[in-house]
């Protein structure tokens, strides 16, 4: 299944720390699937940087600029 492709499919996600100093980005899906991630901080703050960029991306798609770029108040 590609990033691009719906799917029917439902699930939960919880973002938190752990008592060993991680970020764990835990999914749980239909079907019993249970998918805990975990990150050190460094690499959690890249993924919310990631995730960041998309939203704005997926501003700039929504509202049909290119680019993500969001257009400019009084032009």
């Known amino acids: ?16 720390p752990t008592s060993a100093g991680m970020v764990r980005i835990y999914v749980e899906a239909e079907g019993g699937i249970e998918l805990p991630l975990d990150f050190d901080p460094e690499e959690a703050e890249e993924i919310a940087e990631e995730l960041r960029a998309a939203a704005e991306a997926a501003r700039g798609m929504a509202d049909g600029t290119k680019g993500g770029a969001r257009p ?4």
């Open 72 to 75: 400019k108040k009084g032009r």
């Open 1 to 16: 299944m590609g990033i691009n492709k719906e799917s029917d499919i439902s699930a939960n996600l919880q973002i938190g």
